[in-house]
């Protein structure tokens, strides 16, 4: 992995998980807090997503828009789990 790939792979989890705290409300972790549950949200869509049939394509917005799904589903476990 290539420094400019990692640049955007940190740049694309700090939006994912900025995008998934506005979403869910009271969570916000800040810069690092963000881009980790950015980063696991991508990962967690990756499994997810396609299981269910849905794609959104190429390209940085798809991108986005997919870590950011994984980042809310993230979110509302960690949110149930707090609740137990």
């Known amino acids: 992995m290539g420094i400019e790939s990692l640049i955007i792979l940190l740049l694309i989890g700090a939006i994912a998980g900025w995008l998934a705290g506005q979403l869910v409300s009271g969570y916000g972790y800040g810069l690092i807090g963000n881009i980790v549950v950015g980063i696991i949200g991508a ?15 190429g390209g940085i917005i798809a991108t986005i828009i997919h870590a950011t799904i994984g980042a809310v589903i993230l979110l509302f476990l960690i949110k149930l789990v707090k609740r137990v």
């Open 43 to 57: 990962v967690v869509a990756g499994f997810v997503l396609p299981a269910v049939g849905l794609d959104f394509g």
